[in-house]
């Protein structure tokens, strides 16, 4: 079986993770390892044989697919979330990784490690293949060529040793942390997220009974400072839309939809709440439906720029994004997959469809040459040298690389026709099929050196010493981020992992908040992270004498 599976590697990759997705799943103490488990499944493989290993594109592709979409999916919220407190976090992140670094330079000194050694652990205890790379070319730069080779074989050895290290103790780490602060994921979530998306919409008639004369909707919500969604109106017998400028008189019924809170408060200014007379069901010249957001004309602008009252007479009433809902505003940007509902005349209802696309099919895809494209330029970007001022260069690698080009290009969601953003459903499994690439990629390439180096002695410093840096930095940047800053624990886990550079990390975070907070937090701080941890491996090896 073993030759079977060093003789398939595909064999073998697919063996990883169908063994340690389910085995991440199994409580023990209340610890789940999470979509983690592949890594340690692929290092126990890898351990049997130096030649049971996937092929490195495995774990590259994994990575880049993964930070790539991670950063597509974040990119419409960076700019805002870096504006509020971008250089909060980023500063956080740099202070806890020159601590981190300083750690590691008395270790090195106490257990008297090699200086290759010692910035192999920092890379790996800190999980930053970028870092490694730029460890590797700081030596090659500098290194005498009769002991290139010998110089060059010990970072790696310390990063394969602190590298599992770097995962589990970074998980582990904020595992414990949040027992002891005994965090609430979920009471968090509602308490960030906005007030619209907290509580279940809710839809009603109001009757107005007590309106001033030449009051319009929009002076109305203006006045009480209201995000309600006034939607259709009925006077008399006659039925029509509630556009910003339509004037309201005694005894219209108006279809509004918005907070409870909200909701009570308009009744009171208007008049009276009915919610016996349902407007939204009377369809003798109007309907609702529910599409789905699938064509290029529609996705990646606002509600305002499509001006879709004046095109089609049509009013979009609720919008739903993955399991959350949304009350429509102007300056809200559509992205492929949404659906929404919209309110428009029996006659104007196949173009209105026909505008937006809904085609499920079309949701379900990725375009693949956009895709492409863009994972192409971030792994461009990632090979780019940048030069230092006193010598040597730095990579951003394969991971930082396409997580910039994507929080750009999510940012921006389209450049002409071309739609960079993806759809939630494939933005979702595309992450999921990259991480575990990845980490079953990583692990049986790493194995078997892991199993060397302990069973050579020699072991126990470097992992005592891996044990400390990643340990003590996360928990150093758990408890002033979320004890003395008082960052929600569902944003500053995603620094940490982003400070961390920790792909595996970022999964299981994931997994434990039950949201997408993380990724804010973590696209926030990856980038800075990873230049600086570049520049700090190279600045350790001249500290330690060897750069």
């Given amino acids: 079986m073993m030759q079977i599976l060093i003789e398939n590697p595909?064999?073998?990759?697919?063996?990883?993770?169908?063994i340690g997705y389910p085995l991440g799943r199994i409580k023990v103490y209340g610890i789940t390892l999470g979509v983690g488990a592949v890594l340690f499944v692929g290092l126990a493989f890898g351990a049997l044989h130096p030649d049971m290993k996937a092929p490195a594109i495995a774990y590259i592709m994994g990575q880049a697919l993964f930070v790539y979409t991670v950063g597509l999916s974040a990119g419409p919220s960076f700019v805002s979330t870096?504006?509020?407190?971008?250089?909060?976090?980023?500063?956080l992140a740099g202070a806890v990784l020159c601590a981190s670094a300083t750690i590691c330079a008395l270790l090195q000194k106490y257990f008297m490690l090699k200086p290759g050694i010692a910035a192999g652990i920092f890379c790996g205890s800190m999980t930053a293949s970028p870092a490694l790379g730029g460890a590797l070319e700081s030596i090659r730069q500098t290194a005498p060529a009769d002991m290139l080779e010998a110089l060059l074989a010990e970072p790696v050895v310390g990063f394969s040793v602190a590298y599992p290290i770097g995962v589990i103790g970074l998980m582990l780490t904020i595992n414990v942390c949040q027992k002891l602060w005994k965090v609430d994921y979920q009471a968090e979530f509602r308490q960030i997220r906005k007030p619209e998306d907290r509580d279940s919409l809710v839809h009603c008639t109001i009757k107005v009974q007590k309106c001033e004369q030449g009051v319009t909707v929009h002076s109305l919500k203006k006045a009480n400072g209201s995000d309600l969604l006034f939607s259709r109106v009925k006077r008399g017998e006659e039925f029509f839309f509630a556009t910003p400028e339509t004037v309201l008189e005694a005894g219209d019924l108006v279809m509004v939809a918005g907070m409870p809170k909200e909701i009570e408060k308009a009744a009171a200014a208007l008049g009276e709440r009915r919610s016996k007379d349902r407007l939204g069901l009377d369809r003798t010249e109007y309907e609702y439906r529910r599409v789905f957001v699938s064509s290029p004309q529609a996705i990646g602008r606002t509600i305002g720029e499509l001006q879709l009252d004046r095109r089609f007479g049509e009013v979009v009433t609720l919008i739903r994004r993955g399991d959350n809902e949304f009350l429509p505003d102007a300056e809200m940007v559509l992205e492929m997959g949404d659906v929404v509902r919209v309110l428009a005349h029996?006659?104007?209802?196949?173009?209105?469809?026909?505008?937006?696309?809904?085609s499920y099919r079309k949701v379900s895809e990725v375009d693949v040459m956009t895709f492409s494209l863009g994972l192409v330029i971030g792994l461009v970007v990632g090979l780019i040298p940048f030069p230092f001022p006193g010598g040597g260069s730095m990579m951003l690698g394969f991971a930082g690389g396409p997580l910039i080009v994507g929080i750009l290009l999510g940012t921006f969601g389209r450049t002409g026709k071309m739609v960079w953003s993806l759809p939630y459903s494939a933005s979702m499994t595309l992450k999921q099929v990259g991480l575990v690439l990845f980490l079953a990629g990583i692990g049986t390439r790493s194995g078997y050196s892991l199993l060397t180096t302990l069973s050579h002695g020699g072991g126990g410093s470097i992992f005592i010493t891996g044990v400390c840096i990643t340990t003590a930095t996360a928990f150093l940047a758990l408890f002033i981020g979320h004890k003395i800053l008082k960052i929600p624990m569902s944003l500053v886990v995603g620094v940490v992992a982003g400070m961390h550079t920790s792909t595996p990390g970022l999964g299981y975070i994931k997994e434990q908040t039950g949201n997408d907070l993380a990724d804010q937090g973590y696209a926030c701080v990856f980038p800075f992270a990873t230049i600086g941890k570049i520049i700090l491996v190279h600045i350790l090896l001249v500290v330690m004498g060897q750069g």
Avoid at 11 to 17: D, E, G, K, S
Avoid at 82 to 91: A, K, L, P
Wanted: proline share 0%; no cysteine.
């Fill in 346 to 358: 029996k006659t104007n209802m196949d173009e209105v469809t026909t505008f937006f696309g809904n």
């Fill in 10 to 18: 595909l064999m073998l990759l697919l063996m990883v993770a169908a």
């Fill in 82 to 91: 870096f504006r509020r407190n971008g250089v909060r976090n980023n500063m």
